[in-house]
Each structure stands twice: as C-alpha cells, then as structure tokens.
C-alpha cells in the first residue's frame, strides 16, 4: 500500500507544464471508435489510470491503440465487439461514454452499469433518456444495461440537468443519427468544445458546442483524424491553489486562462496575485494565512467548477476570517471535511455549505483521499501544515493527476511517495 507523506512549510518556486485535460482525453478516446475509416492521432495525452483503464477497454472491443508517450494512435476500423462488460468498466464511469458510441457503430450495446462513488450515486437517467429519444430501447438485468436501435434518428432533446457526460454521449450518438438532433439545456464546458472539434474534424457537423444548445446534422460516416487535446483546467487550477496554500512564485505554463476565470477570479478575491502571462499564468502568494476568506457556490461552467471545491478548501483552513462553500453538483462531495478536521481545521458543514473559519496553524496528520480532487486537497493543507502529513489512498490521484508528487518537489515541496 503506498501513501504520500509531505513535511509543511516549503514555499514553492519556479515553473510547472500542464498536461492534456483527463475529462476531454476520456469522452475524445470514446468518440474515436465511431471512426470506420482511417486511424486517429491523438497528441497531449495524459499518463493516467482512468486513461490506461478506458483504453483497455477500448481495446477489449478489437480497437487497435498504440502509445508513443503523450501520442496515442487509434485505429477502430476493426473493431469486432459491442459488450463493454469488463470488471473495470463498472468502476470507471467514463466507461459511459462508449454507450452512444457503441450503439451508433453496431445498433447494439452491452456495459457494465456504471456504480456511484464518494461524491454521490452518480445515476445515469439523463443519458439514457436522450438515447431513447434518439431510437434506442434499452433493458437492465443484473447490472448490465443493454441499448438496442434499429437505426438512431435525430430528435430535440431537453436535458434536466446540464450534464457533462450526457451532453458529449447524446452529441456523439446525434453525429451519426439521421437528420438533425437538437440538445437542449446540455453543458457548456471547455471539454465539450475539444469533444465536439475532434468530432468534426472527424465529418461530424456539430454548431453550439460552448452554448446552452448544440445542434447536430448525423452524417453516414465517421474518419479518423490528428487531435491535440486541451490542457487540463482543473490540473492547473490545482497547482495556482497549491501556490495559494504554500506560498511562494510559480509559473502554471500550457493553460488556457479562459477556461479558469471563476478559479482566477476567487485567487484574487482572496488576495493572491495571478499575474496572466503570455506562455502562462503566474500565482503570488504568502500562503495560506495571507489569504482572506471568500464566499464559492459551485455551478456548472462557466460557473466555479465542483472538481476544484475541495482545493480550494484546502488552501483556505488558515485564511484570515470566515469562507462559506456551497457545493450545488454533487450531493457527497464533503468527505474531505472530516479529514481536515483531523488536521485542525475549523470547519462545520451546514446542509450543502461549508462554514470554515480560517485557524491559526494547522498539523500534519494521517488522512486519506476519499476521491482524486479530495487527495489533492489534502496534499495542498500538507504543504502548509506543520510536522508530517501522510495521505493515504493514493489510487484515487493517479486516477486523475500526471506527475503530481514529481512536479511539487521539484517547485519546492518537502513530498514523497512511499510503500507503508
Ligand atoms: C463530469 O462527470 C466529470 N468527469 C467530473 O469530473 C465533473 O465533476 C462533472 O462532469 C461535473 O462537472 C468527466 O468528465 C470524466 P455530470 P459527469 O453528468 O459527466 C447528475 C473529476 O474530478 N446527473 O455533469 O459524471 C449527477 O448526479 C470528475 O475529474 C444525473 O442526475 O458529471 C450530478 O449531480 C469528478 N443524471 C450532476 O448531474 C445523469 O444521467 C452532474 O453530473 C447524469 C448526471
């Protein structure tokens, strides 16, 4: 079993290189089996867990997939197989977006229904429904959703709830669907702009993406193509709140601000210098306690992002004064308290909203990641807390983070990584 252990108090210097977005990779990897023509190059591919797992599941269904690096090559013209039924696929909810996908190639489909997590249960009715508006019929037995269509048409589709993984599943389904597909309501997240360029580039015909309604003219084929995924948002927002929390001057280099305007905004507000450079964007910062305590409700984009909840919590435990933090996505996403609380932490949960007033000191102790942005955030009071802090769990990081003990020691940070 390995753990984390960081010594606090190390201000971190000097510059970090943000990787490909694991929440476009993901959704992008599924999108690349509808290519029945041609292979796809895939650049700026992140080295992580949830990646490996979704390719070899890729694989399992006669996807051929070769990676050089940060390169992967896809060739799905061979793919022979429809049943996403391995252990993993229950465990990896992006395993989801090889529903439409599936269904769209073969008119058939059979995955492993997708289980909750610590930040919620995670239900999958949105998907489902868009499916069935589209011309698929679905049944579940014994864990295992199988979708059937005899041929997906386009339809206008309202979603509920402006969901992320429903809004690119529905989008690549529409892509092949005859005629034209509205979407309605769906997300308007950087990673699903990236999703629906590659989309294109692969003949789709897809307008709105970044809006609340995307439109979607199904064509009869898909080719492969070369794809450059966006840096990932919530791996640089990381690190701009790990300088917030420890101090110190750092250059974020490969970000696109644009996509962090809520997590810049709320730096600033809690009186950290961000400085939007051309080749980056650089964080100031005299560390945790320099920082004011601010207000966060978290909302879909461009509104502040779920996935960077728990690090900013994280960065705020010895801010001058009172934060409020309202939670409005997912209903557990509060496990992390507890374990800040074992690091002295003053901080009480009021249904949905974080009441936390920023102490004096905080002290390393033994905690455990409840989810990937939970062991971040964990990680980040580390760096500040005194004496050793030792984060357990850290599969949950991987899943989700490239290099992200590497990359703070080498900005300054006293971590490592070490069996228990
Ligand atoms: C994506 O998850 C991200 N994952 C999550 O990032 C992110 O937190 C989330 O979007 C919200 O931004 C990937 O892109 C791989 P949703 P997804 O569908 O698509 C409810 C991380 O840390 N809902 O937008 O699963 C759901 O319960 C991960 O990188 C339904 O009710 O999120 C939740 O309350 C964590 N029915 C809300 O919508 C459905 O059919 C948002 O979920 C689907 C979702």
Excluded: W
């Amino acid at each position: 079993m390995e753990e984390i252990l960081i010594n606090g108090g190390n201000r971190l210097e000097g510059k970090v290189l943000i990787k490909g977005s694991k929440n476009s990779i993901l959704p992008i990897l599924a999108a690349s089996i509808l290519a029945t023509d041609g292979k796809s190059i895939i650049y700026d591919v992140p080295n992580l867990k949830d990646v490996d797992n979704l390719i070899e599941i890729i694989e399992y269904l006669g996807v051929k997939i070769e990676r050089k690096d940060n390169m992967l090559t896809v060739d799905a013209t061979q793919m022979d197989r429809y049943d996403a039924t391995l252990d993993c696929v229950s465990e990896l909810r992006a395993s989801l977006f090889l529903l439409g996908p599936i269904i769209a190639r073969f008119g058939f489909a059979e995955i492993s229904q997708p289980g909750g997590c610590a930040i919620g249960i995670r239900p999958i009715d949105l998907h489902l429904k868009g499916l069935e508006a589209l011309g698929v019929t679905f049944e579940k037995t014994h864990g295992v959703i199988r979708g059937r269509t005899e041929g997906l048409k386009g339809a206008k589709i309202y979603l509920d709830f402006p969901s992320v993984g429903a809004t690119e599943n529905l989008m690549m389904a529409a892509s092949v669907a005859e005629g034209q597909t509205i979407l309605e309501n769906v997300a308007e997240e950087p990673e699903i702009v990236d999703l629906a360029n590659y989309l294109n580039n692969m003949g789709a015909k897809i307008t709105g993406a970044g809006t609340n309604v995307i439109k979607v003219y199904g064509v009869p084929k898909l080719k492969g193509n070369v794809h450059t995924v966006i840096p990932d948002r919530i791996e640089a927002g990381t690190y701009m709140i790990a300088v917030g929390a420890a101090g110190g001057n750092v250059l974020v280099e490969n970000v696109i601000a644009d996509h962090l305007k809520p997590v810049l905004a709320k730096l600033r507000e809690a009186g950290i210098t961000v400085i939007e450079e051309f080749d980056g964007v650089r964080v100031i910062s005299d560390g945790s306690k320099a920082c004011k305590g601010i207000n966060i409700k978290t909302m879909p984009y461009p509104g502040f992002p779920t996935d960077m909840q728990a690090q900013m919590l994280g960065m705020l435990l010895c801010s001058e004064g009172r934060s409020y933090v309202t939670e409005t996505i997912f209903e557990r996403r509060f496990q992390h308290i507890e374990e800040f609380r074992k690091m002295g932490a003053d901080i009480i949960m009021v249904g949905n909203t974080v009441d936390l007033t920023g102490t004096d000191r905080i002290y390393g102790a033994t905690v455990f990641a409840t989810d990937l942005r939970a062991g971040a955030a964990l990680i980040i009071a580390g760096l500040y807390a005194e004496g050793e802090t030792r984060v357990g769990n850290v599969h949950f990081i991987d899943r989700g983070y490239d290099g992200l003990v590497e990359n703070l020691k080498s900005l300054g940070a006293d971590i490592k990584r070490v069996q228990k």
